[in-house]
């Protein structure tokens, strides 16, 4: 029964691929999918500015823009250079969405070898993920509106039922929009690859196959849900491990340190905790290697069950 889903027939293709590119270990290769993984996973988020190293009187008067000599302009500039900072990066990662199928497809694993023939094609994704990501805002924006201010006007009670009412819009809306971003990052993307085409061409091809066979894309996308759960999972695990085998030295060295330092216990912190990040987010790129690999073999697996004249892992394992 398992093999007439393409998303079932694909999980132990997927693995043994998986483990056929990343065994024997290749340092070069790992480090590699680990940039790759940076760009198009990420490592999670981490605010080391969170830390108060004094009390709330402190604090405030510690971040006062002005009584650190910043004028308006010059926040404005730095603000305008993070957010510059992060499209690029967004950028970055949907270029190397399709450097990762081109690895993948033939074999070798390299950086450089099409990124500079895909940087088109990336920018197309990036302005269609962008489009996504405002309507996304706008259309939560709208629901907000819709519920929440008009009940606000009639007093506290009604505010109680308008967010009852919002909160399962809003799963249901990011459920939409994250299988778009599902489909089009499994799909759509080898498909622009197979057939040298855009955004909205490659979305029309998979839409085609995705309606003809509705059965097997319902399956996939409920597999594809419960495997990121147990993935996650998993990851968590690791990523707990990691961030006991980085914190515990470095704890304890900036325990037994602060006995000494005295005053310079804020510094001491803040110099530990940059190495204790230069450590661990390699670490944890190495880490996601694994599963990165995994999903984008298992989507390419099953896509060329959708859609044989798009099968782009014609290369055969190692």
Request: proline residues 4%.
């Amino acid at each position: 029964m398992t093999n007439d889903f393409y998303a079932f027939g694909a999980i132990d293709a997927a693995i043994s691929r998986t483990k056929s590119l990343l065994w024997p270990f290749n340092a070069g290769v790992w480090l590699r999918l680990a940039v790759i993984a940076l760009f198009i996973g990420g490592v999670g988020g981490f605010n080391p500015f969170s830390y108060n190293f004094g009390g709330a009187d402190d604090f405030d008067q510690a971040t006062v823009p002005g009584d650190l000599g910043l004028s308006d302009p010059t926040i404005l500039l730095i603000i305008g250079a993070v957010l510059l900072l992060a499209l690029l990066f967004l950028y970055l990662g949907s270029v190397f969405q399709f450097v990762f199928v081109d690895c993948l497809s033939s074999g070798e694993i390299s950086l450089s070898r099409t990124f500079g023939m895909r940087t088109g094609k990336g920018l197309r994704l990036f302005l269609f993920q962008a489009l996504l990501i405002l309507l996304l805002i706008a259309a939560m924006a709208f629901l907000v509106v819709l519920f929440v201010l008009p009940a606000a006007a009639v007093g506290n009670a009604s505010i109680l039922v308008g967010l009852i009412v919002l909160i399962p819009a809003i799963l249901l809306l990011a459920l939409v929009f994250g299988t778009i971003f599902l489909f089009t990052t499994d799909f759509v993307v080898p498909v622009m690859v197979a057939d040298d085409c855009g955004v909205i061409a490659g979305w029309k091809k998979v839409w085609s196959f995705l309606v003809a066979d509705l059965k097997n894309a319902a399956v996939y996308l409920v597999t594809r849900f419960v495997l990121g759960i147990v993935v996650g999972i998993a990851m968590f695990i690791l990523v707990l491990l990691v961030l006991l085998i980085v914190g515990i030295p470095l704890g304890g060295i900036a325990l037994l340190a602060m006995a000494f330092v005295g005053d310079a216990a804020p510094a001491l912190f803040i110099l530990l905790l940059v190495v204790g990040m230069l450590i661990a987010i390699p670490l944890l790129l190495l880490v996601q290697v694994p599963f990165v690999t995994f999903f984008r073999y298992y989507a390419l697996l099953v896509l060329r069950e959708f859609s044989p004249e798009h099968d782009l892992l014609a290369v055969p394992e190692a």
